[in-house]
C-alpha cells in the first residue's frame, strides 16, 4: 500500500516529537532540581547601612536573613578603600608611617606602601599568609604588638588593585552563618600563581566561602586565567557567572572553570543613575533575570537614589524579590552548579530527521510535488539522510555549529509557507503552525541543550539567521511560485513601480532592524520597555514583540485578503512579516539558558494574543479603515 507524501511526513513529525522529548530529559531534570535562587547583599553595603540606620550590623543581617538574604559577597580591599581604615588596617606610603620607617631602614623608596594591623585581631595571621602568598617578596617586621608588611609596590600601584581580603566582612558573615562569595580584584605584577597561593590561604581557614566573583576592568591572574579557573574547579568552588560582563578575560576563565559556574544578576548604581530606573523596575528586573534567564544569584544593592531611607528601601526589595519568586515555584536557597552531560543521541537523531524533512519539503515546494505518493526511496533518504547528519553533527563540532543556523532559518521558512498555504482553512493554519513551531523547536533544544549553551559558553550561531532569513526565503518562494501576479522574469524586466519598492525595502529594512535589535536591550525604546514590563505583570511570561504585533497579526491579514482575492499587488507584505512572527517563535527555542515551561508559556501567549491582536485590527481596518478610505480617498482605492 502506497504511503501519500503527506502521511509520510506527517508520521515523521510525531517521530521528531517524541525523539525531542527523550532528549530534552537530561536538560528537564536539570531544571527541576536547579530551581533555588539566592539574594546576596556586600558586606560592605550591610556595614554602611548599620552605621546609617543606627543598627548593629549582626542584628541587621538577621533582618535580612528574615527578608531572603541567602549569602553575602565580600570584597578584596584596594589601596583607596585601605586609606579609609577599611577592616582595622593602616596603609599609606612609608614615608609617612613614622612608626614603620625605623624598621624598614634599607628601603631607599619612600612610596612603597606599608601596611600594618595589631597582632591582637583574630585574623592577623591569616591576613599575613595571604599578603605573603600575594607578595612572596614583601618585607614585614612587628613593635608594640603591630605588624608591619613593605609591600613591592607603590601606594598609587595599589591605589584601585586588590590587595588583602575584607577581614572584618569575612567575620560578618560568619557569625551570621552566611555562605560567602569572594570577590578578588586585579593587582598589578600579580599573575595567576599568586592569585592562587593567596586564595589558597584564604580559602583553607574560610570553609563559608562558596565561590568567586571577580572585579575591577580585568579578571585578576591574567595572564595565566585558566590556571585560576582549573584552581576552583579542583577546589570545589564555583565561579559567579556576571551577565552582560565586559570584563578583559571573563569569558577565559568561564570557560576554563566550567562547569563550576553559577550566573548572577546586578544592577550598578551608574546603570540605575543612566537609565533612571525605579526601584520597582529594579525588582522586575531581578525577577525577570531569574525567570526568564535562569539566573540563581541575585546581587542588591541600595543605591544612593534613596539617601534617606536606603535601609528600609533594601529590606522592602528583599522581600518583595523573594515573594515573587516564591509565587513562582521557585525556593529560597543557595544555589550549586550544573553537572556536565555530553549531547543526546535522541535529540541528535530527532534535530537531523528535521532537518533533513526540511530540506525535502522546501525543494518539492519549489518543484511543486509537495502532493502525490511517496516513494521507498523518499522515504529512505529522509530517514537514512537524517541520521548520517545527526551523526556528523556530533562528530563534527563545525557542521553543528552550521546545522543551528540552517536548520532554524528553514523550520521557520517551513512553517511561515505551511502556514501561509493553509488559508482556506483558518483553524487548521493557525494549530497547526503551533503545533510544528513548538516540534521543531523542541528538536532544536534538544540537540543544543547542554550546560555549555544553556550557561551561554558556547553560543548558538543561528539567532541573528533565524531572525533574516525567512522573510528573504518567502519572498524569493513567493516570485518563483507566481504568488505574485506576474512572474519573477516579467517584475525584473520591467521598471519597478514605486510601491512595490517601498515594500520590498520595507521588509528587507524591517528584517535587519529586528535581527540588530535582538538581544540587544539598547535599541529598545523607553515606552517598549514600559510596554514590556505591563505585557509581564499580565501575562507571566511576556509574548515576543515580533510575534505580538507583527508575525501573527499579519497571518490573520493574509488570510482575510487571500480569502477574498483582494490586494494582490501588496500581498508580498503580510506574507513576509508573517515570517518574522515564526522567526521569533523559533528563536526562543533558541535561547537555551531559559527554561523549557517558559519558553512554551511564553509561545503560547506570542500566538493566541497576536492572533487575538490580528483579529481586533482586521476588524478595526474593515469597518472603520477601509470606509473611510473609500470615503475619503483616491478612487483607485475601491
Known amino acids: 500500500m502506497k504511503m501519500t507524501r503527506n502521511t509520510l511526513h506527517g508520521l515523521l513529525v510525531v517521530a521528531i516529537l517524541i525523539l525531542a522529548v527523550f532528549g530534552l530529559s537530561r536538560r528537564w531534570e536539570a531544571e527541576q532540581t536547579h530551581r533555588h535562587f539566592g539574594l546576596v547583599v556586600e558586606t560592605t553595603e550591610i556595614q554602611s547601612l548599620s552605621r546609617q540606620s543606627g543598627r548593629f550590623p549582626a542584628s541587621l543581617i538577621e533582618e535580612m536573613k528574615g527578608k531572603g538574604l541567602v549569602g553575602v559577597a565580600v570584597n578584596e580591599l584596594t589601596g583607596l578603600e585601605l586609606s579609609g581604615g577599611e577592616s582595622g588596617f593602616l596603609f599609606g606610603p612609608l614615608a609617612r608611617m613614622t612608626d614603620a620607617k625605623p624598621l624598614f631602614p634599607l628601603s631607599d623608596s619612600g612610596d612603597l606602601a606599608v601596611i600594618a594591623l595589631e597582632e591582637k585581631l583574630p585574623w592577623a595571621g591569616e591576613a599575613v599568609s595571604y599578603l605573603k602568598a600575594k607578595f612572596p617578596d614583601l618585607k614585614s617586621s612587628s613593635k608594640s604588638g603591630t605588624v608591619y608588611l613593605l609591600l613591592p609596590r607603590s601606594v598609587f600601584e595599589l591605589e584601585k588593585a586588590g590587595v588583602v581580603p575584607d577581614y572584618g566582612g569575612l567575620e560578618l558573615a560568619r557569625s551570621g552563618n552566611l555562605p560567602v562569595l569572594f570577590r578578588p580584584a586585579p593587582c598589578p605584577g600579580v599573575g595567576g600563581d599568586r592569585v592562587i597561593a593567596s586564595l589558597e590561604a584564604l580559602v583553607a581557614k574560610r570553609p563559608d566561602i562558596r565561590g568567586i566573583l571577580p572585579q575591577g576592568l580585568f579578571i585578576m591572574g591574567s595572564p595565566n586565567i585558566g590556571d585560576v579557573g582549573e584552581w576552583l574547579r579542583s577546589k570545589g568552588l564555583f565561579l559567579a557567572q556576571a551577565e552582560f560582563n565586559r570584563q578583559l578575560g571573563a569569558d577565559r576563565l568561564n570557560r576554563s572553570a566550567y562547569p563550576a559556574l553559577v550566573p548572577i544578576h546586578s544592577v550598578t548604581t551608574d546603570e540605575v543613575l543612566v537609565k533612571r530606573l525605579s526601584r520597582e523596575a529594579i525588582v522586575e528586573r531581578m525577577v525577570r533575570a531569574s525567570v526568564e534567564r535562569s539566573v540563581p544569584l541575585l546581587l542588591l544593592r541600595s543605591y544612593e537614589i534613596d539617601t534617606g531611607g536606603r535601609t528600609e528601601s533594601l529590606l522592602t526589595d528583599l522581600s518583595r ?63 537514512f539522510g537524517g541520521i548520517a547528519w545527526a551523526f556528523l553533527m556530533v562528530k563534527i563540532p563545525v557542521v553543528a555549529r552550521v546545522s543551528g543556523a540552517l536548520g532554524s532559518a528553514l523550520l521557520a521558512t517551513e512553517v511561515s509557507l505551511w502556514a501561509l498555504d493553509e488559508y482556506r482553512r483558518p483553524a487548521i493554519g493557525f494549530l497547526g503552525s503551533l503545533f510544528l513551531t513548538v516540534t521543531g523547536g523542541l528538536a532544536i533544544a534538544a540537540f543544543f541543550s547542554t550546560p555549555l549553551t544553556m550557561l551561554r559558553i558556547q553560543p548558538f550561531s543561528g539567532v541573528k539567521a533565524t531572525l533574516l532569513l525567512p522573510p528573504i526565503l518567502v519572498l524569493m518562494h513567493d516570485l518563483k511560485k507566481g504568488i505574485y501576479p506576474e512572474s519573477f522574469r516579467k517584475l525584473i524586466l520591467r521598471p519597478m513601480v514605486w510601491l512595490e519598492f517601498i515594500l520590498v525595502c520595507l521588509i528587507l529594512m524591517a528584517a535587519g532592524i529586528l535581527a540588530l535589535r535582538s538581544d540587544n536591550t539598547a535599541f529598545v525604546g523607553g515606552w517598549e520597555r514600559t510596554l514590556r514590563d505591563l505585557l509581564e505583570r499580565t501575562l507571566v511570561a511576556r509574548p515576543r514583540t515580533k510575534e505580538l504585533f507583527i508575525g501573527y497579526p499579519a497571518l490573520v491579514l493574509w488570510y482575510a485578503m487571500a480569502r477574498a482575492n483582494w490586494g494582490r499587488y501588496a500581498w508580498i507584505l503580510p506574507r513576509a512579516a508573517a515570517s518574522i512572527g515564526f522567526a521569533s517563535a523559533v528563536n526562543s527555542f533558541c535561547h537555551f539558558h531559559t527554561r523549557l515551561p517558559f519558553i512554551l508559556f511564553r509561545v503560547f501567549n506570542g500566538w493566541w494574543a497576536g492572533l487575538a491582536f490580528g483579529a481586533a485590527s482586521l476588524l478595526l481596518l474593515r469597518y472603520v479603515g477601509l470606509p473611510l478610505a473609500r470615503k475619503w480617498g483616491p478612487s483607485h482605492w475601491t
Do not use: H, Y
Not at 524533512?357 to 522515504?379: P, S
Open 321 to 383: 524579590i523573594r515573594e515573587d519568586l516564591e509565587g513562582r515555584g521557585f525556593q529560597s536557597g543557595w544555589p550549586t552548579p550544573f553537572e556536565d552531560w555530553s549531547r543526546s543521541m535522541a535529540g541528535a537523531a530527532a534535530f537531523g530527521i528535521a532537518i533533513s524533512l526540511l530540506c525535502v519539503r522546501l525543494l518539492r515546494r519549489i518543484q511543486k510535488e509537495l502532493d502525490g505518493n511517496a516513494g521507498a526511496g523518499e522515504t529512505f533518504l529522509l530517514l
